[in-house]
């Protein structure tokens, strides 16, 4: 069984920098950071191979947003830059025993979930 705990959620101005951290329990192949504004689908951010440390963004972060990963410490992040308002969102750790760059932007393929973790971002 993996047990995910996100942190680092906050508020933050326009252009802003905020770091997420989510602390992995169990084993992992791949993880990936989604997340989900009021009345919107959940969406892939970003994912990791944990073994290879092969990434994968969504476009609309490309650029601003850097997937890593502390092995040593079991541990995923999430580091934002330039952020936009439309970046206000809840954020989910995810993670799964498999690896794919075809669908590592769809919840369903992923196993274990994170509580969340409030982003917002004001103009």
């Known amino acids: 069984q993996v047990q995910l705990v996100e942190s680092g959620g906050g508020s933050v101005q326009a252009g802003g920098s905020l770091r997420l951290s989510c602390a992995a329990s169990?084993?992992?192949?791949?993880m990936a950071w989604f997340r989900q504004a009021p009345g919107k689908e959940r969406e892939g951010v970003a994912t990791?191979?944990?073994?290879?440390?092969?990434?994968r963004y969504a476009d609309s972060v490309k650029g601003r947003f850097t997937i890593s990963q502390d092995n040593a410490k079991n541990t995923l992040y999430l580091e934002m830059n330039s952020l936009k308002p439309e970046d206000t969102a809840m954020y989910y750790c995810?993670?799964?025993?498999?690896?794919?760059?075809?669908?590592?932007?769809?919840?369903?393929?992923?196993?274990?979930w994170g509580q969340g973790t409030q982003v917002t971002v004001s103009s």
């Open positions: 995810a993670a799964r025993l498999e690896w794919s760059a075809v669908n590592w932007y769809r919840a369903g393929a992923y196993d274990y």
């Open positions: 169990g084993y992992t192949r791949s």
């Open positions: 990791i191979y944990t073994s290879g440390g092969d990434t």
